[in-house]
């Protein structure tokens, strides 16, 4: 190479320009042969514009190691678990797979430079030359942007960075194929055959060894012996998996079409003198010189190697044998490259013709099959309404994906946007659905984030408690601990206690006579303005008519508990006081699960949670979680709270989580259509028994996404995420995390231990964690 011509343009010795683009990548996960054959095609239109035999293609998929790790929530239980989650992750090696596309630009192709043949030039042809080529890479920048707009390609500049010296991320792309390992390079105007090799590098018949001043790094290479003459687009994605750090290049240099109809026909000639029963091949060769001469695609030439790295020789060995392990199950011929480890490690570099190993003459399409810039999707780590991203998740490869509730645009800064952040997560019992929505919930206390959570079976409970919250299990004939009357009377507390007196008094859902509705307002008033320690359901029924036999009042008393008159139903919102003190900020639980069941009181009862919900909805950063959604679905005010105002806590910046293990009921819902379009994320979890209408129909999956939905199994750790048009697969994996999971699975007997271990410790979880989780009772 020779130096940096612009910010973006690096001028080689021969002549050549070359820039380079960060491609994000299109994930592949769940991708429908149609799209990816539509995604293919647009590639191949890309290269069949530039196949004049004046620019070249290389592409390298670089899979490393890296570490990350996002804030943790301020203290307690939350804090170290999810510090030991991220430590986790980064000793276990978080794997990254970075796609560049380099496109290498010659002006004469056919003359050649360097030290033999050149000619002198001018400085003002010089200048010339380098506006013009300018010129036509700048142009070239616009055409990747909108060709490849699908794959998210970033042309590689300069920036400046905190110190305030000036790098070069193409020139940090170069440097890491040269020494092995990632490191910044400042962009200077110096020859850079002599400014990037930081390390020293030995080749030997196999093996490739790269010494810094920190250690080796091992290598060798692996490349394709034969190609047939199509491949289906993300032929190759199974060396997305490959447990190893690698380098894998691909180069096509497109010929202009005559010549390619020259090197096609030379093909032919040879196949029909030859005495093998070729009549087949000779037809796909008229085939493909038709369709070179029609454009439809270009013929180059190709050459392919795999770069696999390790810290030693020992493990190299069993990486290059992974390597062609996965070739062949993709139905490629790998071989070990033993003899020209130096070519094969130039031919990395862009424009370095000379060095390939093997060099193959294929078409265009064939290329894009090859090489199809299929990544995983990895999600948006930073610039999210909440700021930086909830948690980091792993692909089933191992690389990070960052988990958002929200939905945004990937490029675009949506910092404190009031997006629709609502989620739900499906799946079968068993599948992991409450332990992964307590993880989120735990990551959410970094925000500062209000949290309500509707239990089932206090399947959270332990969590909750262990992280400082209250939790209330609200059982029939129990006192619940609520009492509405008890809230401060303002003009909007008197309105509810009219409702909530509407609704406990009414008779088969009929409305109140407007005689009735005045006196229910009229006595609201009134107990409004008692002392909180006399305001009660009995104060109400005091200050109501109480004429008739079947008068409002002679209604109202079976919900009351004080004063003179004890109800069957007083034990639910007439208690002497009220327990519910979300104001603290604390996380709030309530396990539901026989209230569902009862028909009387549960409206009532939800009516008046879904009330003080309502309240905690005032711009802070809240979220909610209900198990089992469906059921509270056939509640009626709940029903209202989750039609009509999903938009109100958007734009108040709160969502809910919604978890159900049966889609079919959920589905059945007559506001399951409006719930669903107000879903900015749906969590897919395992279920080998997934029915298609439910999830393609319901949850309009494509028949692609549903067929990988279906086919994860128990005990994976992986789910399915799907927000909008995208797709991806994430794994969470806390094997190492037995201790933390007996606080978050919630399972009857640990639950029991609980009971005992607060009857006798209190409920402050700095009493009661360390020895439940030592398995004490």
């Given at each position: 190479m020779s130096y940096l011509l612009t910010d973006e343009i690096v001028v080689l010795k021969s002549g050549d320009y070359v820039s380079s683009w960060l491609i994000e990548g299109l994930p592949f996960e769940g991708l429908s042969n149609e799209e990816a054959l539509k995604q293919m095609d647009a590639l191949n239109l890309l290269i069949r514009g530039l196949s004049n035999g004046k620019f070249a293609f290389w592409i390298h998929r670089i899979r490393r190691r890296v570490g990350d790790s996002l804030s943790l929530p301020p203290e307690g239980f939350a804090r170290a678990m999810i510090d030991k989650y991220y430590k986790g992750l980064e000793d276990g090696g978080l794997m990254a797979t970075q796609i560049y596309l380099t496109i290498v630009h010659r002006p004469f192709p056919q003359k050649q430079r360097g030290v033999f043949g050149k000619v002198p030039k001018t400085l003002r042809e010089f200048d010339l030359e380098n506006a013009a080529a300018i010129d036509v890479m700048e142009s070239l920048n616009r055409q990747v942007n909108s060709s490849l707009v699908d794959y998210r390609p970033t042309l590689l500049g300069v920036y400046t960075a905190a110190n305030g010296v000036e790098y070069s991320d193409q020139l940090t792309l170069y440097g890491f194929l040269v020494n092995g390992t990632w490191r910044p390079m400042p962009a200077k105007q110096v020859p850079l055959d002599k400014y990037l090799a930081r390390n020293r590098t030995f080749f030997g018949t196999e093996m490739v060894e790269s010494r810094d001043e920190h250690g080796s790094i091992y290598s060798a290479f692996v490349d394709i012996k034969d190609y047939a003459d199509y491949s289906r687009p993300g032929v190759l994605n199974t060396m997305l998996s490959l447990p190893c750090e690698y380098v894998e290049t691909h180069s096509f240099s497109p010929l202009n079409a005559r010549d390619a109809q020259e090197v096609l026909r030379k093909q032919r000639n040879q196949l029909i003198s030859s005495e093998?029963?070729?009549?087949?091949?000779?037809?796909?060769?008229?085939?493909?010189?038709?369709?070179?001469?029609?454009?439809?695609?270009?013929?180059?030439?190709?050459?392919?190697?795999?770069?696999?790295?390790?810290?030693?020789?020992?493990?190299?060995?069993?990486?290059?044998?992974?390597?062609?392990?996965?070739?062949?199950?993709?139905?490629?011929?790998?071989?070990?490259?033993?003899?020209?480890?130096?070519?094969?490690?130039?031919?990395?570099?862009?424009?370095?013709?000379?060095?390939?190993?093997?060099?193959?003459?294929?078409?265009?399409?064939?290329?894009?099959?090859?090489?199809?810039?299929?990544?995983?999707?990895?999600?948006?780590?930073?610039?999210?309404?909440?700021?930086?991203?909830?948690?980091?998740?792993?692909?089933?490869?191992?690389?990070?994906?960052?988990?958002?509730?929200?939905?945004?645009?990937?490029?675009?800064?949506?910092f404190d946007m009031k997006a629709l952040g609502n989620t739900q997560i499906i799946g079968q019992s068993e599948s992991g659905k409450t332990v992964l929505a307590l993880f989120l919930l735990l990551n959410l206390l970094k925000y500062g984030t209000q949290t309500i959570f509707f239990d089932k079976d206090r399947g959270a409970e332990i969590a909750i408690r262990a992280i400082g919250g209250e939790y209330l299990s609200l059982v029939r004939g129990v006192q619940t601990g609520f009492a509405p009357f008890k809230l401060e009377p303002t003009d909007e507390t008197l309105l509810f206690w009219g409702d909530l007196v509407m609704f406990c008094t009414s008779v088969d859902g009929k409305p109140h006579t407007a005689k009735e509705e005045a006196e229910i307002r009229h006595a609201m008033e009134a107990v409004g303005k008692l002392p909180r320690n006399l305001r009660s359901f009995a104060t109400v029924i005091q200050n109501l008519p109480d004429t008739e036999e079947n008068s409002v009042a002679a209604r109202l008393a079976k919900w009351c508990r004080t004063g003179e008159r004890v109800g069957q139903l007083g034990w639910a919102l007439d208690c002497a006081d009220d327990l519910l003190a979300f104001e603290d900020g604390r996380c709030y639980g309530f396990d539901y699960t026989e209230l569902l069941e009862d028909p009387k009181t549960c409206p009532a009862i939800m009516m008046y949670l879904m009330y003080r919900v309502e309240k905690l909805i005032d711009g802070r950063k809240f979220a909610f979680f209900m198990d089992e959604y469906w059921k509270a679905l056939s509640v009626s005010y709940f029903e209202d709270f989750a039609k009509n105002k999903q938009k109100t806590i958007?734009?108040?910046?709160?969502?809910?989580?919604?978890?159900?293990?049966?889609?079919?009921?959920?589905?059945?819902?007559?506001?399951?259509?409006?719930?669903?379009?107000?879903?900015?994320?749906?969590?897919?979890?395992?279920?080998?028994?997934?029915?298609?209408?439910?999830?393609?129909?319901?949850?309009?999956?494509?028949?692609?996404?549903?067929?990988?939905?279906?086919?994860?199994?128990?005990?994976?750790?992986?789910?399915?995420?799907?927000?909008?048009?995208?797709?991806?697969?994430?794994?969470?994996?806390?094997?190492?995390?037995?201790?933390?999971l007996k606080v978050l699975s919630g399972s009857t007997d640990n639950v029991y231990r609980l009971d005992k271990l607060r009857a006798r410790l209190g409920d402050d979880p700095a009493a009661w964690l360390e020895p439940f989780i030592k398995g004490q009772s």
């Open positions: 093998d029963n070729a009549a087949s091949q000779v037809r796909e060769m008229d085939d493909a010189i038709d369709q070179v001469i029609s454009g439809n695609f270009s013929f180059g030439e190709y050459h392919y190697c795999m770069q696999v790295k390790g810290d030693s020789p020992e493990r190299v060995k069993l990486a290059r044998a992974d390597a062609i392990d996965a070739l062949q199950s993709s139905g490629f011929l790998g071989v070990a490259l033993d003899l020209i480890t130096d070519h094969a490690f130039a031919a990395q570099l862009p424009g370095n013709w000379r060095s390939r190993p093997r060099v193959a003459n294929i078409s265009s399409r064939n290329f894009t099959g090859l090489c199809s810039l299929h990544n995983f999707g990895n999600g948006k780590r930073d610039m999210n309404p909440w700021g930086e991203a909830v948690t980091i998740f792993q692909t089933p490869a191992g690389q990070p994906v960052y988990f958002n509730f929200h939905d945004t645009e990937v490029d675009r800064d949506a958007r734009k108040q910046n709160g969502f809910g989580v919604y978890m159900t293990q049966s889609p079919s009921d959920t589905l059945a819902s007559p506001i399951a259509k409006t719930l669903i379009e107000q879903t900015a994320t749906f969590i897919f979890m395992p279920n080998p028994t997934a029915d298609r209408r439910d999830y393609v129909d319901g949850f309009k999956l494509t028949d692609s996404e549903f067929e990988v939905v279906s086919g994860l199994q128990k005990g994976s750790r992986m789910f399915a995420i799907k927000q909008g048009s995208k797709f991806s697969l994430a794994r969470l994996d806390l094997h190492a995390f037995k201790d933390e």
